[in-house]
């Protein structure tokens, strides 16, 4: 199926609270484009997995800066590391963003009719 059942729940004002938050059960994406494209991801709160995900990426940013600081790094590693990691994150959230061929809501479902 296309992307435009995906279009639809993005678009609708309904979904997003208090104007940055994305909360839609019917979109099965953990990451979605923010509400401004172009400018990030934000996270599909209606997701059960989006809190814990959240927190793993945070505890991994942090992890991997205080390990570059025990080891004593200088400041172009620890340059080389952020860059890394903001380029890694890019690509994760990026990868996530993309909605999967068999996860696109049906029609019905889009409409909000019962099947």
Known sequence: MSTSAFDRH???????????????????????????????????????LAVPFLGFILAVVYGMLELSRSFGADGDAR????????????????????????????DEAAAGKPR
Do not use: E, H, M
């Open 79 to 106: 340059f080389a590391i952020k860059l890394l990691l903001a380029l890694g994150l890019i690509a994760l959230c990026y990868r996530l963003s993309i909605p999967r061929p068999g996860s696109a809501p049906s």
């Open 10 to 48: 993005y678009f609708d004002a309904a979904n997003w609270k208090l104007g940055f938050i994305f909360f839609c059960r019917a979109d099965q994406r953990i990451f979605v484009p923010k509400r401004l494209r172009g400018l990030g991801w934000t996270l599909n709160f209606a997701r059960p």
